[in-house]
């Protein structure tokens, strides 16, 4: 495994307001300094995959735009997690009963009636299934896998960390990562070894 996990920059959207599925655009400054730092790190052919929402594709573009080498495709699959109902609300006006039915039943509960955890995560995993496996060389001791990228959201890439520990459910909110690059940041997941988080500042 030898995954890049890239987040999207910036999006055009007031702070506090949830937007998962809302096809929200992203900052074009951002997105180019974000896309810059890509460039100069990813390695030759590597295999990109992006949400097909814009503040992720147009991130996929910029680096295409610096890297000819390198092309992309959109999986509906690495869009971020359908909060319903509640898109484009502020967090802070979401019913705290909302809140409180989806805490009862992280797993299986639809929070805003369109999507569960488990749905979500089932889509993300059958994208991690999809990656290519490890390659065998003929007469070395190691195994060597081709890279992948995903420019995606921070739900799929906290998704992403559970399956590299080879967990694919969870029955707490406390079990779900914390933790996520910042916008136009990445990670990567290689075997054995912990993930490497880096800022857009960071080549």
């Not at 702070?15 to 974000?34: E, K, R, S």
């Not at 295999?47 to 097909?52: A, D, E, L, M, R």
């Not at 814009?54 to 699959?77: F, H, I």
């Not at 999809?130 to 060597?144: E, I």
């Amino acid at each position: 495994m030898n995954l890049w996990l890239v987040r999207h920059a910036q999006p055009l959207m007031a702070a506090g307001i949830c937007y998962g599925a809302l096809d929200v655009a992203a900052d074009p400054f951002a997105t180019l300094q974000a896309a810059s730092a890509l460039a100069q790190v990813l390695p030759q052919g590597v295999q990109v995959i992006c949400s097909p929402l814009q503040r992720c594709e147009l991130l996929a573009q910029s680096v295409q735009g610096l890297r000819p080498d390198l092309t992309y495709k959109t999986d509906a699959r690495l869009a971020e997690m359908n909060f319903g109902s509640h898109e484009g609300q502020p967090w802070d006006k979401i019913p705290k009963a909302a809140y409180d039915d989806w805490t009862a039943d992280f797993w299986q509960h639809r929070f805003g009636g369109a999507e569960s955890v488990a749905e979500f995560m089932q889509r993300v995993a059958a994208v991690w299934d999809d990656m290519p496996a490890p390659v065998l060389p003929s007469g070395q001791s190691r195994q060597l896998a081709q890279a992948q990228v995903w420019i995606t959201h921070a739900g799929v890439i906290r998704a992403a960390h559970l399956l590299a520990q080879g967990v694919r459910q969870i029955d707490r909110a406390g079990q779900w990562p914390a933790q996520a690059p910042g916008f136009g940041e990445f990670c990567r997941l290689i075997a054995g070894q912990s993930a490497v988080c880096k800022s857009v500042d960071e080549h």
